[in-house]
């Protein structure tokens, strides 16, 4: 009967452990859920069917920064292992390997060792992702000037289930949606957009064309950019633009509150201002916002080189702040803006939010500084009043670019489809959908040098590299987003850095307490356990 016993419950353990190893249960008890898929993430890699392989090109030799990123991207590709069919590797990028990887560049870093020897290294943060016969290259590290090394490295973390989930998403479309730069109104041209469509082409089939009267030319396209128009939009134009939205089409406007010529200031040293008429006061009025009939002032600026010398033969540049060139803030409160460092403007306005209680949620993007100032048009810009009197700079955080979303109200509602347009059925109200106004047109131009383009929002006076065209990605990423990965961008992790002036100064203690208190421990712990027996079977026998 006891041998019946045993044999039962060693069966039964048996059992056990099978099911056990089979069954795995992980537990994320950080503060962060830095450990934890979003839903998104999880629906997205379930819905992949082909195989996804991954190889991890940050290996080798690599310091505990970089080293702590590794872990992570493995980390984070072993939990989504466990929602698809996601598999990964680590090597460096070798002379034979051909394609993509041979177009990447490495980082090199310099590090200064104890003993006062500096070491340069090469990296490779990037990661290549392939399902069936299409490949993305994942970029691991995200730069931001101005923030140290430990915080460059803790926004890459954060950011690495975006940059994985935007990639698969990106190689499981069938089809690539569909964006359109509306022409015909003097819009900026495709030479001046040249490097943010090029940004965009990793997403979208980016088309250009004019507006044709007939609204269901443009309902395939999931967004329409307007850069900078010049001249008026009739009324057939809006009536196309405005159909469009209320089939749920998505729009990004960058729309000037002012005009000027800047021809005639680089020659006269001056130009008059005034409000730029586009015939779209009544629409954006109607989807919540107002553009400002003013130009803006801001002492956090770009400056520009200018001849201070009395001298015409011996000219001498100096910086000066441009306070028409603004340095705009990212909202932080937003995927679109989260973890990004300014945005150069040139000549912007303001945006006023109008409509009240009309239901539509609506978002400051971007801002002027705590030190701004609104001239209101009529004005004029003079090269020769470049310094201002600071007390004028009153105002602060002036909302210059605004996401509005919602159900809006069509501007014809009450009217009459214009002539010129084809028929179509009039809807009253849209779909719920989304639109971002921006009143400064030259955030999405990008310049030329030597008949080569530059990058947008590179100043080529000051070599300084600013976050115009992530940021115009995000936003025309958050327009077309209907599965939540855009809001992967805002993941906070806490960044516990450890001070390293005072681990070197004390080092030696640490090392002492790390080697000795085992033993200790170990010591105590016997200690404890002989007096322990000795007290228990040292009994004197009655």
């Given at each position: 009967m006891r041998l019946k016993t045993y044999i039962l419950i060693l069966l039964t353990l048996t059992a056990t452990m099978v099911v056990v190893s089979r069954w795995s249960v992980r537990l994320d008890l950080t503060e962060d859920r830095?450990?934890?898929?979003?839903?998104?993430?999880?629906?997205?890699?379930?819905?992949?069917?082909?195989?996804?392989?991954?190889?991890?090109?940050?290996?080798?030799?690599?310091?505990?920064?970089?080293?702590?990123?590794?872990?992570?991207?493995?980390?984070?590709?072993?939990?989504?292992?466990?929602?698809?069919?996601?598999?990964?590797?680590?090597?460096?990028?070798?002379?034979?390997?051909?394609?993509?990887?041979?177009?990447?560049?490495?980082?090199?870093?310099?590090?200064?060792?104890?003993?006062?020897?500096?070491?340069?290294?090469?990296?490779?943060?990037?990661?290549?992702?392939?399902?069936?016969?299409?490949?993305?290259?994942?970029?691991?590290?995200?730069?931001?000037?101005?923030?140290?090394?430990?915080?460059?490295?803790?926004?890459?973390?954060?950011?690495?289930?975006?940059?994985?989930?935007?990639?698969?998403?990106?190689?499981?479309?069938?089809?690539?949606?569909?964006?359109?730069?509306?022409?015909?109104?003097?819009?900026?041209?495709?030479?001046?957009?040249?490097?943010?469509?090029?940004?965009?082409?990793?997403?979208?089939?980016?088309?250009?064309?004019?507006?044709?009267?007939?609204?269901?030319?443009?309902?395939?396209?999931?967004?329409?950019?307007?850069?900078?128009?010049?001249?008026?939009?009739?009324?057939?134009?809006?009536?196309?633009?405005?159909?469009?939205?209320?089939?749920?089409?998505?729009?990004?406007?960058?729309?000037?509150?002012?005009?000027?010529?800047?021809?005639?200031?680089?020659?006269?040293?001056?130009?008059?201002?005034?409000?730029?008429?586009?015939?779209?006061?009544?629409?954006?009025?109607?989807?919540?916002?107002?553009?400002?009939?003013?130009?803006?002032?801001?002492?956090?600026?770009?400056?520009?080189?200018?001849?201070v010398s009395n001298d015409p033969s011996q000219p001498n540049f100096q910086p000066m702040p441009w306070y028409y060139a603004p340095l705009l803030l990212t909202s932080q409160q937003s995927p679109i803006g989260y973890n990004l460092?300014?945005?150069?403007?040139?000549?912007?306005?303001?945006?006023?939010?109008?409509?009240?209680?009309?239901?539509?949620?609506?978002?400051?993007?971007?801002?002027?500084?705590?030190?701004?100032?609104?001239?209101?048009?009529?004005?004029?810009?003079?090269?020769?009043?470049?310094?201002?009197?600071?007390?004028?700079?009153?105002?602060?955080?002036?909302?210059?670019?605004?996401?509005?979303?919602?159900?809006?109200?069509?501007?014809?509602?009450?009217?009459?489809?214009?002539?010129?347009?084809?028929?179509?059925?009039?809807?009253?109200?849209?779909?719920?959908?989304?639109?971002?106004?921006?009143?400064?047109?030259?955030?999405?131009?990008?310049?030329?040098?030597?008949?080569?383009?530059?990058?947008?929002?590179?100043?080529?006076?000051?070599?300084?590299?600013?976050?115009?065209?992530?940021?115009?990605?995000?936003?025309?990423?958050?327009?077309?987003?209907?599965?939540?990965?855009?809001?992967?961008?805002?993941?906070?992790?806490?960044?516990?850095?450890?001070?390293?002036?005072?681990?070197?100064?004390?080092?030696?203690?640490?090392?002492?307490?790390?080697?000795?208190?085992?033993?200790?421990?170990?010591?105590?712990?016997?200690?404890?356990?002989?007096?322990?027996?000795?007290?228990?079977?040292?009994?004197?026998?009655?």
């Amino acid at each position: 009967m006891r041998l019946k016993t045993y044999i039962l419950i060693l069966l039964t353990l048996t059992a056990t452990m099978v099911v056990v190893s089979r069954w795995s249960v992980r537990l994320d008890l950080t503060e962060d859920r830095r450990y934890s898929l979003s839903e998104a993430t999880k629906t997205l890699v379930k819905s992949i069917e082909t195989p996804v392989e991954v190889r991890i090109l940050l290996a080798g030799s690599l310091n505990p920064s970089f080293l702590r990123l590794a872990n992570a991207t493995e980390e984070l590709l072993d939990e989504l292992g466990r929602y698809g069919t996601v598999s990964f590797s680590t090597a460096a990028p070798q002379k034979e390997d051909k394609g993509v990887i041979t177009t990447l560049s490495p980082i090199v870093i310099h590090e200064r060792r104890q003993q006062g020897k500096t070491v340069q290294t090469q990296v490779y943060p990037y990661a290549v992702v392939r399902t069936g016969s299409k490949e993305a290259v994942v970029p691991l590290l995200r730069n931001n000037r101005g923030l140290s090394g430990e915080e460059n490295i803790n926004i890459s973390i954060e950011q690495l289930e975006f940059a994985f989930a935007e990639a698969l998403q990106q190689l499981s479309q069938n089809e690539n949606r569909k964006i359109a730069f509306i022409e015909g109104h003097g819009e900026l041209s495709e030479r001046e957009v040249y490097d943010l469509s090029l940004n965009l082409a990793r997403y979208y089939r980016v088309d250009r064309g004019t507006l044709t009267g007939n609204a269901q030319d443009i309902f395939p396209y999931d967004a329409l950019i307007i850069a900078s128009p010049q001249q008026p939009f009739t009324e057939a134009d809006k009536y196309q633009i405005d159909q469009y939205v209320m089939q749920g089409g998505r729009v990004m406007w960058l729309i000037d509150g002012v005009q000027f010529s800047e021809d005639i200031l680089s020659t006269d040293g001056f130009t008059p201002v005034i409000q730029k008429d586009l015939n779209l006061q009544d629409l954006l009025f109607r989807y919540g916002v107002r553009i400002t009939p003013t130009l803006l002032q801001d002492k956090q600026c770009l400056p520009i080189p200018v001849d201070v010398s009395n001298d015409p033969s011996q000219p001498n540049f100096q910086p000066m702040p441009w306070y028409y060139a603004p340095l705009l803030l990212t909202s932080q409160q937003s995927p679109i803006g989260y973890n990004l460092g300014s945005v150069s403007a040139m000549f912007c306005s303001g945006i006023e939010m109008v409509g009240g209680d009309d239901g539509l949620r609506k978002e400051v993007l971007l801002a002027t500084s705590s030190a701004s100032r609104a001239i209101t048009a009529p004005a004029e810009v003079d090269l020769s009043l470049l310094e201002e009197d600071e007390q004028l700079f009153t105002h602060a955080y002036i909302p210059v670019a605004v996401l509005a979303e919602g159900s809006f109200p069509s501007l014809f509602q009450h009217r009459m489809a214009p002539e010129g347009t084809i028929p179509v059925k009039k809807h009253l109200t849209s779909k719920n959908t989304r639109q971002i106004v921006i009143a400064c047109g030259s955030l999405a131009r990008n310049e030329w040098q030597q008949g080569q383009p530059l990058p947008l929002g590179y100043d080529r006076y000051t070599g300084m590299q600013f976050a115009n065209k992530d940021f115009l990605t995000n936003a025309l990423l958050y327009l077309t987003d209907n599965t939540g990965v855009i809001n992967l961008r805002q993941k906070d992790y806490t960044l516990r850095l450890i001070n390293d002036r005072k681990a070197h100064q004390s080092r030696h203690l640490i090392q002492t307490a790390t080697c000795v208190t085992p033993i200790l421990l170990l010591i105590i712990i016997g200690l404890a356990v002989n007096i322990t027996r000795k007290t228990k079977y040292n009994k004197p026998q009655k």
